[in-house]
């Protein structure tokens, strides 16, 4: 009977759709252009699609008009439409942006390859390096490291000699470098040595160059250290000059060409994360073995919030718009719920412990962060606002204290149920790592070793395998196993065709030893990495290592090994991708025991992922019963390079939780009682204050821009008390950006104090705020142009060099900078605390720096009286403070126009860098024309802490 219903809804849904269904269009049409191969090409939608016009002729899931049947072919359209469009078009973006990236760094290696100076001016510009000589520096665990200096008859003559040892002769390395720590870059070998980095064969992106993808592990004046594979370098270039190993000393002439490059493994896992989310589900228990049924899965309300959401907000969906059809408040009941049963007395007795703190493990909670951790351990989705300074990691690490606890305590668990933890950047999840641990909780942090801050190598997955024997002796003799194939590849490659059979033999046994070498070393690897997780409290990874095949193992994901024996045989990166499991055979994990569960994820610095990006942790390890994210969707949003807007008009732009916490109803939770701590409220309540906010919002134009920033993002929960800022530079981010809720203890008002040294330059009267405004205006200072002298136009516009700068600020920066300096040598307190100079554009960084290099004095005092001072962009700086902070906006010019300025979170992100200073640097007149940098300026004037600079006069003439 049951079988006959659904046959008939199937033919009802069929002739519905008849004529109307797109049973051959390919969601991801390849437009002129576009490059045939891209990540995305596998993940196209392979179920129903539906199109708008019959779910709207046929009615939506809730439409009440009456109609013949129940309605299931019409809700069941809906739900394969809302999947389709959610899987077609983060495809279609992700898609864009790969080619985006693809494209920026093509157009800049292709428009430097037509002659040797052009190079020589992408070399200048900090992009490539040229004529490098590799060296073996030893290993990271399972990583080898090399460093690579320029090599003595590199073609550049910019020589640096090392005053302690005249014969070590090295070549600095450009002035301009980009290259940073974890940066993919891409090594090619040079065919014809020094001076041959311009020949089509030693141009990356031709097809015949023989290249290697490596990350950046460090970088020095005169030297750049990498971390690869181990037995990828010497597989694809031959050993090193001054191998040590049985391969033996390879050419000392070898020369490599290293360019910055990007990868495509976090496209390929957010793809299988998309695909995740939107299959479809089945509701049948057949063919499922007890093992599997003690598994934890994914909440359906969190997989139902994310996509019923998106319907509500897709302009396409026929329920765009309307809460009702999708459900919104009762999906708001739903996911507050705990996600156990006996969540909630768990997180009683967390929270007791907590407050209580007997080891004194935990900070002094206030109310909004106990409410928070609260409200996290007993809901099923919980969305964390954390504003700058308001302790958002230590949350992030008690709520992991209280998971480790229901993990280890619940009866409704299974045995291995382990939290993770992970965050958007390695900075992050080290963070989140170094804090976990602090409180007590066993920590395994996932990801390359390379990539993760010392502190914590003897956390990594890498350290425990280097510890178990097993595994070690697995790695030892798949290494020897693949020397001695290369070594006999090498010899029959240079026979050529005078190989016999019995060569062709030979090799093809050693392939095989080889090969049942690395599956064995994977293996046991995989074992002695899911022993180490399985003693663990707490994972801790990135966004996307939350699909490191490692973990997945360990939850008993099956993984395509194939592909993991081929990277290490060729030394090629690949993405690990998860393959159909047999459902009659049990679960194990590669240690032989049950799989591990990911019930618990909580994700760090979620507003800086796109959303396909928040999708991995959620979906990878297909465990997640409770999520909780923090970020602040008042800061920068995620980069996303096919977006030209400059201010996040992307829908790639914005974030899960942002389009959660704008979409959901605001959270009912339990409030704690509030803490008693003082609150300095004297800048808050200031008249100025809050005309500076009721300015922001008169001239918002549009009804939603009026609407307060705190009430567009009311799905989230606040952490309104913030423990960097001294009060007055706290006072107008608080009052404009967050509804003036974020306020600050007493205590701040005496410990973050402008010091003196930059006091005694910028004096105000009897006032003691923190803040200046060295207002240089009325000059159209501002300046755009080439970066690189002598570039091509083609060059430029692929390095992107047509950057803004304004040398007039950049002088007062520095004359600032040497006078604070000065005051130093006199004080009898000197200041030696951080100071961090931020700009907006990557042409001002860099004028800064190469004007700090150039000026005699203020090499002089930097050398006789040290500080730290670090010039860099704003977008660098998000997540990071400075004792003090000098911004120069750079834009000066006569039509008013602020550029990428305008986008608020990028302000809102440079004014709350700073903990006792913020100087500022700009033309009034031209940022006036912007409505938020319009009330700063008026909120400056009021409190009288401008100064009027006139760059044609003396520099130091503050007025």
Not at 44 to 73: C, E, F, I, M, Q
Not at 215 to 226: A, H
Not at 298 to 327: K, W
Request: proline share 5%; hydrophobic share 35%; with cysteine.
């Amino acid at each position: 009977m049951t079988m006959r219903k659904q046959k008939a809804s199937d033919k009802r849904t069929r002739r519905m759709q008849r004529n109307q269904v797109l049973e051959n269009e390919n969601p991801l049409e390849i437009r002129p252009g576009m490059s045939p191969t891209t990540p995305m090409d596998n993940g196209a939608w392979k179920h129903k699609r539906v199109t708008r016009s019959s779910l709207v002729n046929a009615g939506t899931a809730t439409d009440v008009t009456p109609n013949r049947g129940r309605g299931r072919s019409r809700k069941r359209s809906a739900v394969y439409s809302n999947l389709s469009s959610y899987h077609t078009q983060f495809l279609e973006l992700l898609t864009a942006e790969f080619l985006a990236e693809e494209k920026l760094v093509r157009d800049r290696i292709d428009s430097a390859a037509s002659d040797s100076m052009q190079s020589l001016l992408l070399e200048t510009a900090g992009h490539a390096l040229f004529d490098m000589y590799p060296e073996r520096r030893g290993n990271i665990f399972a990583d080898e490291v090399y460093r690579l200096t320029k090599a003595h008859d590199a073609s550049t003559n910019d020589y640096s000699v090392n005053d302690d040892e005249e014969e070590d002769l090295r070549q600095s390395l450009p002035r301009n470098s980009k290259f940073s720590q974890n940066d993919v870059i891409m090594l090619t070998v040079q065919q014809a040595g020094a001076g041959d980095f311009f020949g089509s064969t030693s141009i990356p992106t031709n097809k015949d160059a023989v290249s290697l993808e490596a990350r950046v592990l460090n970088t020095g004046p005169t030297y750049i250290d990498v971390a690869i594979n181990g037995g990828a370098f010497e597989a694809t270039f031959g050993p090193a000059p001054n191998n040590r190993g049985p391969s033996g000393k390879g050419d000392k002439n070898m020369r490599l060409r290293i360019d910055r490059y990007f990868s495509n493994v976090p496209y390929n896992r957010m793809v299988d994360a998309i695909g995740q989310l939107t299959s479809v589900q089945s509701n049948s228990n057949e063919n499922v073995d007890s093992s599997d049924r003690e598994r934890t899965y994914v909440d359906r309300m969190i997989r139902q919030t994310i996509l019923s959401t998106f319907a509500y907000d897709n302009a396409e969906s026929p329920m765009h718009g309307d809460g009702d059809a999708c459900r919104l408040n009762d999906l708001a009941k739903q996911i507050a719920k705990p996600p156990l049963q006996d969540s909630t007395r768990l997180t009683n007795q967390v929270l007791g412990f907590l407050q209580s703190n007997p080891q004194k493990l935990f900070p002094q909670f206030n109310g909004p962060q106990i409410s928070a951790i609260g409200a996290a351990l007993t809901r099923k989705l919980t969305m964390i606002q954390g504003p700058p300074g308001t302790g958002k990691t230590t949350v992030a690490a008690s709520i992991a204290f209280g998971f480790s606890h229901q993990c280890r305590s619940s009866k409704n668990l299974p045995k291995y149920s382990k939290v993770l933890a992970t965050a958007f950047s390695n900075v992050g999840a080290d963070n989140l790592a170094e804090q976990a641990i602090r409180v007590g909780l066993k920590v395994v942090r996932v990801g390359k070793a390379s990539a993760v801050s010392q502190g914590l190598w003897d956390h990594t997955l890498d350290a425990a395998i280097e510890k178990d024997a097993e595994a070690k002796k697995a790695m030892e003799e798949a290494t020897r196993a693949t020397a001695n194939l290369r070594k006999t590849s090498l010899i029959n490659g240079k026979k050529g065709g005078s190989r016999t059979k019995m060569d062709i033999a030979s090799e093809r046994n050693k392939r095989d030893l080889a090969t049942t070498a690395v599956k064995a070393s994977i293996e046991a690897c995989n074992a002695a990495a899911t022993k180490a997780m399985r003693e663990a409290d707490v994972i801790v990874c990135t966004s996307i290592g939350a699909a490191d095949a490692r973990l997945l193992a360990a939850c008993g994901m099956a993984i395509d090994g194939d592909e993991l024996v081929s990277e290490q045989l060729n030394g090629k990166m690949k993405s690990t991708r998860t393959i159909p499991r047999n459902p009659n055979i049990p679960v194990l994990a590669p240690d032989g025991l049950p799989p591990l569960s990911m019930p618990f994820v909580i994700t760090d610095e979620a507003c800086q992922s796109v959303e396909p990006g928040s999708l991995i942790p959620i979906f990878s390890t297909n465990g997640c019963k409770s999520l909780v994210m923090l970020g602040d969707p008042c800061q920068l949003p995620p980069t996303v390079i096919s977006d030209d807007s400059g201010v996040g008009s992307s829908p790639l732009s914005i974030s899960l939780m942002s389009r959660l916490a704008s979409t959901l109803p605001a959270p009912v939770i339990v409030t704690a009682q509030n803490d008693k701590t003082p609150r300095e409220n004297m800048y808050l309540n200031l008249k100025l204050t809050k005309q500076a906010a009721s300015l922001v919002q008169y001239k918002g134009g549009s009804s939603e821009s009026k609407v307060s920033y705190k009430k567009q993002y009311a799905g989230s929960l606040l952490l309104s008390v913030q423990y960097r800022m001294h009060p007055s530079i706290a006072a107008f981010s608080s009052a404009v950006f967050y509804d003036s809720m974020l306020s600050t203890p007493m205590f701040l008002t005496k410990e973050r104090i402008l010091p003196d040294e930059f006091d005694d330059i910028l004096p105000l009267d009897n006032s003691p705020v923190s803040v200046r405004f060295i207002n240089i205006s009325g000059k159209n200072n501002e300046k755009r142009g080439e970066i690189i002298e002598g570039g091509s136009s083609e060059l430029n516009s692929a390095l992107q060099s047509s950057s803004y700068t304004n040398e007039a600020e950049a002088a007062q920066v520095i004359s600032l900078l040497k006078d604070m300096m000065k005051n130093r040598e006199s004080a009898s307190d000197p200041f030696n605390g951080s100071v961090g100079v931020i700009t907006p554009y990557t042409g001002q960084v860099i004028l800064l720096k190469t004007m700090m290099s150039a000026d005699v004095e203020f090499r002089a005092v930097m050398q006789k009286n040290p500080i730290m001072i670090e010039v860099n962009s704003i977008d660098s700086y998000q997540g990071r403070e400075r004792d003090v902070i000098l911004f120069s906006t750079v834009r000066s010019n006569f039509k008013g126009n602020v550029g990428f300025l305008s986008d608020w979170r990028r302000m809102n992100v440079a004014i709350t860098r700073a903990k006792s200073g913020l100087i500022m640097f700009g033309d009034m007149k031209t940022l006036a024309h912007d409505r938020h940098w319009e009330a700063f300026c008026k909120w400056c004037e009021g409190v009288d802490c401008v100064f009027d600079i006139d760059p044609d006069l003396d520099e130091d003439s503050f007025e």
